[in-house]
C-alpha cells in the first residue's frame, strides 16, 4: 500500500502563488503526476515530471513548475500567476492511478 499525502492549499487571490507538495510514503518508483479537478468538471492531468523532462497541460504551461525532493519523497507543484480558473481540488496520483491522495483544495479569487 501507498500512501500519498498533499498539502499546500489555500485561498490566493488571482496572479498570487502557492506551492503544493505531495509526500510519498514510500521511496523510489515514478515520481507521481498532478491532476486538479474543479467544480462540476472531470479531474484532468496537470503535470508529470519524468527522467526524460517535465510536462504540462497547455492550461498551466509556462506557470506552473513539477519538481521532486527525493530525500524527502516529495513532489511539488509551484503555481505562479494563478487564476480564477486554477481553482480546483490538487491531487497526486502514482501508480498509473492505483494510488491518489486525498487532494488538496485551491481557491483563486478574482
Known amino acids: 500500500q501507498v500512501r500519498l499525502e498533499e498539502s499546500g492549499g489555500g485561498l490566493v487571490q488571482a496572479g498570487g502563488s502557492l506551492r503544493l507538495a505531495c509526500t510519498v510514503s514510500?521511496?523510489?518508483?515514478?515520481?507521481p503526476d498532478w491532476y486538479r479537478q474543479a467544480p462540476g468538471k472531470q479531474r484532468e492531468w496537470v503535470a508529470t515530471l519524468t527522467s526524460a523532462g517535465a510536462y504540462y497541460s497547455g492550461s498551466v504551461q509556462g506557470r506552473f513548475t513539477i519538481s521532486f525532493d527525493s530525500a524527502k519523497n516529495t513532489v511539488y507543484l509551484q503555481m505562479n500567476d494563478l487564476k480564477f480558473d486554477d481553482t480546483a481540488v490538487y491531487y497526486c496520483?502514482?501508480?498509473?492511478?492505483?494510488?491518489w491522495g486525498q487532494g488538496t483544495q485551491v481557491t483563486v479569487s478574482s
Open positions: 514510500r521511496s523510489g518508483g515514478n515520481v
Open positions: 496520483m502514482t501508480d498509473n492511478g492505483m494510488y
